[in-house]
């Protein structure tokens, strides 16, 4: 399978560098397209589609095709995969409905493939992305590989769009399924952040919403942790970014990798807080030192681990990188970006999204927030 990628600012740069491609004698099949909220979505599309190119697109929080970060821009992976190799499937859904509607389009990808697997991204900040993750893994098995990012919105927190060639939707799934008998998909989802303090025990909750732990006020025990003199603004405020970053919760899975929670609101009348994730009373939970240097090297140590052991080679790469990460790393995130393209030398193109899916070293499929997560394709012999 052959790959390239390409960034642009404007519709008219990627139509440009696409015929260039396409004068090539480059047939591209398929286009992970990653763009600001503030591109056209339906011009971008309508490109793709006057070259019988599928798409397969979200909105951002950023954009990269290497370790150089863009903002407002178009971010776009081409590979000439076979089109009987793959197919795109979307779906309108609701908070109700969406662990139905993602079990629905994986049914479809079985009914196409014996064996699929998926890359997968959503809309809609109303969502519960673990809801997508368990859907999948109904219809497909709980081994199947699931790799992707929820879409962004250039950090407005107001609408975030997913869209293929001739769908778009603020609340809705786009899920792309690839025949595991014919391409391989390996990856890794990495965070880095190190563990501090004891063991805490989630003791009362009420879905997002944690309100006691080891049955003391949530709000009182984290704000001690953060160690910040919080004023009250309203009766819910948002907790800003840079403290939900660099103090995440670390949500234990046994003896296999943390998944981090951020907090994003702080409840006041009941002194509870709200993570950026699901939860569940009896979770266990561990306090973050803000990120060092050493979250990168983990992020490419274990893109190491992966080449060494499963993936020696890949065709294209594509990432998910967590939009806290930037706030968190800065500038330094690109060297995180630039170190796992490395390793492979192939074409890639990724996105920072508001929430992340993949799979750690020793853990399931899950919903990440503040992760790293990245997924080489390589056509099998």
Same mark, same amino acid.
């Not at 490395?342 to 996105?351: E, H, K, N, T």
């Given at each position: 399978m052959n790959a390239k990628s390409m960034q642009g600012t404007s519709p008219q740069e990627i139509r440009t560098q696409l015929e260039h491609c396409i004068a090539s004698d480059f047939v591209p099949t398929l286009a992970f397209v990653f763009q600001s909220v503030k591109v056209n979505r339906e011009e971008i599309s309508e490109m793709f589609t006057r070259r019988g190119i599928t798409v397969f697109g979200a909105t951002t929080a950023g954009e990269f095709i290497n370790g150089d970060i863009q903002e407002n821009s178009i $971010?776009?992976?081409?590979?000439? =995969?076979?089109?009987?190799?793959?197919?795109?499937?979307? %779906? =309108?859904?609701? @908070?109700?409905?969406? %662990? @139905?509607? +993602?079990?629905?389009? $994986? =049914?479809?990808?079985?009914?196409?493939?014996e064996r699929p697997s998926f890359i997968v991204s959503g809309s809609g900040l109303n969502l519960v992305p673990e809801a997508i993750v368990r859907g999948i893994e109904e219809a497909a098995g709980e081994h199947t590989t699931i790799f992707g990012g929820m879409a962004g919105d250039d950090w407005t927190m107001e609408k975030q769009y997913v869209f293929t060639n001739e769908q778009s939707g603020s609340q809705a799934i786009l899920l792309l399924s690839v025949n595991a008998d014919k391409m391989i998909l390996k990856g890794r989802a990495t965070c880095g952040w190190q563990p501090q303090? #004891?063991?805490?025990?989630? #003791?009362?909750?009420?879905?997002q919403w944690i309100h006691t732990l080891?049955?003391?006020? *949530?709000?009182? #025990?984290?704000?001690?942790?953060?160690?910040?003199?919080?004023?009250?603004?309203? $009766?819910?405020?948002?907790?800003?970014?840079?403290?939900?970053?660099?103090?995440?919760?670390?949500?234990? %899975?046994?003896? %296999?990798d943390p998944v981090m929670r951020p907090v994003v609101y702080f409840k006041w009348d009941d002194r509870s807080v709200m993570v950026s994730g699901r939860i569940v009373e009896g979770d266990q939970i561990r306090f973050s030192v803000p990120a060092e240097f050493d979250v990168i090297d983990r992020v490419i140590e274990e893109c190491n681990d992966v080449r060494a052991h499963d993936l020696p080679e890949a065709d294209a790469l594509l990432m998910f990188e967590c939009a806290g990460r930037l706030?968190?790393?800065?500038?330094?995130?690109?060297?995180?970006? @630039?170190?796992?393209?490395?390793?492979?030398? +192939?074409? =890639? *193109?990724?996105?920072?999204?508001?929430?992340?899916?993949?799979? #750690?070293?020793?853990?399931?499929?899950?919903?990440?927030?503040?992760?790293?997560?990245?997924?080489?394709?390589?056509a099998k012999s």
């Open positions: $971010a776009v992976l081409l590979v000439d =995969m076979d089109r009987n190799d793959f197919r795109v499937g979307f %779906r =309108m859904t609701s @908070e109700t409905d969406v %662990r @139905e509607d +993602a079990r629905q389009l $994986a =049914m479809e990808a079985r009914d196409a493939f303090g #004891t063991m805490k025990t989630i #003791t009362r909750s009420e879905g080891d049955h003391q006020p *949530a709000l009182d #025990t984290i704000v001690k942790y953060m160690g910040i003199k919080w004023e009250q603004k309203e $009766a819910i405020d948002p907790v800003l970014a840079e403290f939900g970053s660099d103090y995440p919760l670390q949500l234990q %899975r046994g003896n %296999r706030i968190s790393l800065g500038p330094l995130v690109g060297k995180e970006i @630039e170190g796992v393209r490395a390793q492979y030398q +192939a074409p =890639m *193109a990724g996105f920072f999204s508001y929430g992340e899916f993949g799979k #750690t070293v020793n853990g399931n499929h899950e919903h990440h927030n503040l992760t790293c997560c990245w997924v080489g394709l390589k």
